[in-house]
């Protein structure tokens, strides 16, 4: 017969003073017992390392609340008489924190301002002579570092609150939105660039001197100025352009003309922090015009427009940014025709016969057709550019032709008849006190200039984006950059050439980190957005304190310049009189 299971009932402790056990335990009796306090943080059981209480903040963080945790605690650890041999092995240099180098370099200067009594007395202990050349460091770092800080606040302050911008035109209430494009989707447009076909080509270029290339800030050679005549004409001015649309007036492709200044400025928009504006003129069934407006700033040179703090001085100051970007576009005109010269009689014999052409003909390349834009009527000598009509293939049915510019040649290398065709651009420096960030081009340039040239490029990406992607555009070869200082940075119309930089155009859009077909992907969607809008006129608007493209609807009579109005008064007012008659 089975047993029955056996049940004890549990000692029950009553305790009529309180609540729980009455007594001890006896598997926990002579256990010793440390109190604590239930908003005590319990934390690691043993730290081997140290760095937990490094810091006198941690000190008493884990500390109990009750009964202490001192060395009087039951649970302190004392040495046994065998670990008084003990030594580590460990002999590296134990890293301090903050605070005890704080309170050391206290210490050490309450030691170098005691009395001299004090020292020979013994209270304080006299430095020694690497710890004074140390002090004498740091008290010299810590000065430049005030002087630098007062700089940089007195230009703060002088500057007064950062500013809104004002948009490059003023945006009537009449006109109406038609599209809004954020950057950000448009940083993530990709397509392969389309390869060129070249229509025509015009103008007169002269030779780049090479003499240039060996100028450095031991030997810097004064910017002169140069009178010459600069023709920045927009896309429907072009006299070469109405030839060209005839050959497609009964295509069923669209056709797209601009100029390489415009193409470069949309393609590489996404870098751009100042407002700008395209006129966009949709004419016919299958044309698409993009102009810049009469009297507008589109053609000036910005300066440090991508900067942390551009500048933002009032219109009266030299440094004030229309004036600053009038004195870029100076700088650039004159240091492109100032680095021409005449093609040099001691070349090899095999391209001699080349040679004598050219210093026949003036020691200028003559370009295919003569220049479009000259004038009998203008006085003055026009200056070296080349004109490069181009036809790109942007997608099945349409179609890009763009003017694109080049300001130099080269002579054909030995063995060679190949001129080859550069881009000239010039970086300008002008008050490198001022400027965050920015180093004294006279100090800095011979010996690092890939951390100048970084400069530039974080203040000045936009400007630096677009003439890379003109000199690509133009199936340049080089691309050559002149640095141009101020002679006194209180002086805005005396310069020097302080060096001069080339690079090849796509090898330099690698280096600046500007995805080409990025560009192109860019100027496919917007072209995309203005063919599938009505036959009119628009304005591509960059907002100026936001990183926004807007196109407007604009009236067709916008943007006319007044000698037009005039000549269409003129030709109403005959055709009255016709009529009178």
């Known amino acids: 017969m089975a047993s029955k299971p056996l049940f004890l009932l549990p000692e029950i402790q009553d305790n009529p003073s309180g609540w729980g056990p009455c007594a001890v335990p006896s598997q926990f009796k002579d256990v010793p017992y440390q109190p604590f306090s239930k908003s005590d943080r319990l934390g690691k059981a043993s730290d081997w390392t140290g760095s937990v209480y490094s810091d006198k903040k941690y000190l008493n963080r884990y500390q109990p609340q009750i009964g202490g945790g001192g060395a009087g605690s039951m649970y302190s650890y004392i040495h046994d008489e ?17 605070y005890q180098k704080q309170r050391q370099r206290i210490t050490q200067q309450r030691m170098q301002r005691a009395p001299k009594e004090k020292r020979e007395k013994g209270l304080v202990q006299p430095l020694t002579k690497a710890q004074k050349s140390r002090d004498r460091d740091r008290m010299r770092q810590e000065r430049r570092w005030r002087k630098n800080q007062r700089g940089r606040i007195y230009y703060s302050h002088s500057r007064g609150p950062q500013k809104l911008r004002e948009p490059s035109v003023e945006v009537k209430g009449e006109w109406e939105i038609v599209q809004e494009v954020d950057f950000q989707n448009l940083a993530k447009l990709r397509i392969d660039p389309p390869e060129p076909e070249d229509l025509k080509q015009y103008g007169t270029m002269g030779f780049y001197d090479k003499s240039y290339d060996r100028v450095n800030t031991k030997n810097e050679k004064p910017l002169r100025g140069i009178n010459r005549i600069f023709h920045k004409v927009t896309t429907s001015d072009d006299p070469v352009i109405p030839e060209l649309s005839q050959k497609y007036k009964d295509s069923e492709e669209l056709i797209v003309f601009a100029t390489d200044a415009i193409l470069s400025t949309l393609m ?9 504006d ?11 015009f993009l102009d810049k407006r009469d009297k507008s700033q589109f053609d000036l040179m910005t300066v440090n427009e991508t900067a942390v703090e551009p500048p933002q001085d009032d219109g009266s100051s030299m440094n004030a940014p229309a004036n600053l970007a ?10 492109s025709q100032q680095v021409l010269r005449k093609v040099s009689k001691k070349l090899t014999f095999l391209h001699s016969l080349l040679c004598l052409k050219i210093e026949e003909e003036g020691a200028v390349h003559q370009f295919g057709d003569p220049n479009p834009f000259v004038d009998e009527e203008e006085e003055g000598e026009v200056a070296s550019v080349g004109y490069r009509y181009r036809k790109f293939q942007l997608s099945e049915n349409v179609q890009l032709i763009a003017r694109c510019e ?6 054909p290398a030995p063995g060679s008849t190949d001129i080859q065709c550069i881009n000239i651009k010039a970086l300008n420096e002008w008050d490198p006190q001022i400027i965050f960030g920015a180093s004294d081009w006279r100090h800095k340039l011979d010996t690092q200039r890939g951390a100048v040239l970084a400069t530039e490029l974080k203040n000045n990406s936009f400007k630096l984006a677009k003439w890379t992607m003109s000199a690509i555009l133009a199936g340049s070869h080089l691309l050559k950059f002149g640095y141009v200082s101020r002679l006194h940075p209180y002086n805005s119309t005396k310069h020097v050439i302080l060096g001069t930089q080339q690079y090849r155009p796509k090898d330099f859009a690698t280096q600046i980190n500007l995805d080409v077909h990025n560009s192109w ?6 072209v995309d957005l203005l063919l599938k809008l009505a036959p009119g006129k628009y304005l591509i608007l960059k907002d100026p304190n936001k990183a926004v493209i807007r196109i407007y609807n604009v009236p067709q009579a916008e943007f006319e310049s007044e000698e037009e109005d005039e ?3 003129d030709d109403a007012g005959s055709g009255d009189d016709d009529k009178s008659d």
């Open 82 to 98: 065998d670990d008084v041999g003990y030594r580590l092995v460990d002999t590296s240099k134990v890293q301090r924190s903050v």
């Open 268 to 276: 590489t928009c996404t870098r751009s922090v100042y407002s700008w």
């Open 278 to 288: 395209i006129v966009a003129q949709r004419v016919g069934k299958n044309f698409l």
């Open 326 to 335: 009038l004195e870029a576009t100076f700088i650039n005109q004159n240091f």
């Open 406 to 411: 080049l300001d130099a040649a080269l002579p």
């Open 521 to 526: 992907g860019i100027l496919r969607v917007v």
């Open 567 to 569: 000549d269409d008064d």
